[in-house]
């Protein structure tokens, strides 16, 4: 089997304004790190309304078509914006989760990773926040379910920053496991122990400031692990933000790129143990543009290795 790469150029036309640690050159950097690899290469479509309707209702669409501008850059929260490409962009986001799904539940290939931005993990219900305007792995998780009829979706987020978004989503969602590791405190200052949804799906896993891939690996191993072997989903989704490295410049984690790609290979082991391999990979955080790509390649190079032990 071979690993997915989804994405589309309309996910560079999402601009924000110079400075602004979540810009174009994130996606470009990446794709580069990318390019020698082999992989099958899609072409991300726009979502279909229906599918962003899943997760966020149809008056917050509503608003952000009020809210883009014709020319220039428009601020819609503190550190969010919008620029005249960015539906567009956030539209082919969704897709790009949306086709991983097909593609992977189709056995069209063994797992899958969205190369696109913006973000999506932070944009809640009806307020988009933290660089994000759609709940992307939200979104993958509840059409999964929705459209494929899967049981059981398991979502695992390792930004450095908590998916304060995602959990909102799938607070209520019974259906669904959310595994997320996160700098505490750290912004938006979210993602306590106390924090278990509605139907005791959701596990936060708070790593303090300053520590590294140890204390990670052990938190993973004791909590994270087991606790999706119990729930046993269908299939995982990761929100893979490359923020926690150490060279990131929004925290204050110090993971290294070994890190990742271990995180990366035992996700895909227990997918593989437990979901026939079923992986579907979406880009979240990663500002430091060295430390993002480096970290991005080696956990698609994990992506490809588990692909081809199916």
């Not at 150490?246 to 082991?269: G, K, S, V």
Request: hydrophobic share 45%; with cysteine; glycine share 8%.
């Amino acid at each position: 089997m071979v690993t997915a790469l989804i994405t589309h150029a309309d996910c560079l036309k999402h601009e924000t304004p110079e400075g602004h640690p979540e810009r174009v050159a994130r996606l470009e950097h990446v794709l580069h790190a990318l390019e020698d690899l082999e992989l099958r290469r899609v072409t991300a479509p726009l979502a279909a309304e229906d599918d962003v309707l899943r997760v966020h209702p149809a008056a917050y669409l509503a608003d952000m078509r009020r809210a883009l501008p014709q020319h220039g850059i428009v601020q819609i929260d503190g550190d969010t914006f919008l620029s005249p490409g960015s539906l567009d962009a956030a539209f082919r986001g969704a897709g790009a989760v949306v086709r991983a799904v097909d593609i992977v539940l189709g056995g069209e290939a063994g797992n899958a990773f969205a190369a696109i931005r913006p973000p999506g993990h932070h944009a809640e219900t009806d307020t988009a926040m933290g660089f994000c305007l759609f709940g992307n792995a939200a979104l993958a998780a509840k059409y999964a379910l929705d459209h494929h009829g899967l049981s059981r979706v398991a979502v695992v987020d390792f930004d450095v920053h908590h998916g304060n978004g995602t959990q909102d989503l799938l607070w209520d969602e019974k259906r669904a496991l959310l595994v997320t590791s996160q700098q505490v405190p750290l912004w938006p200052g979210t993602g306590r122990t106390d924090e278990t949804g509605a139907h005791d799906n959701i596990l936060n896993v708070p790593l303090p400031p300053e520590s590294g891939g140890a204390q990670m690996r052990g938190e993973y191993e004791a909590k994270v692990f087991p606790r999706l072997r119990a729930f046993a989903p269908e299939l995982i989704i990761i929100s893979a933000g490359f923020d926690a490295h150490r060279d990131d410049p929004l925290a204050e984690l110090n993971w290294e790129i070994e890190d990742f790609a271990w995180l990366t290979e035992q996700l895909c082991a227990l997918a593989a143990e437990i979901c026939g391999g079923r992986v579907v990979s979406t880009l979240e955080g990663g500002y430091d543009l060295k430390a993002l790509s480096e970290s991005a390649r080696a956990h698609v190079q994990e992506l490809m290795k588990a692909a081809r032990d199916e």
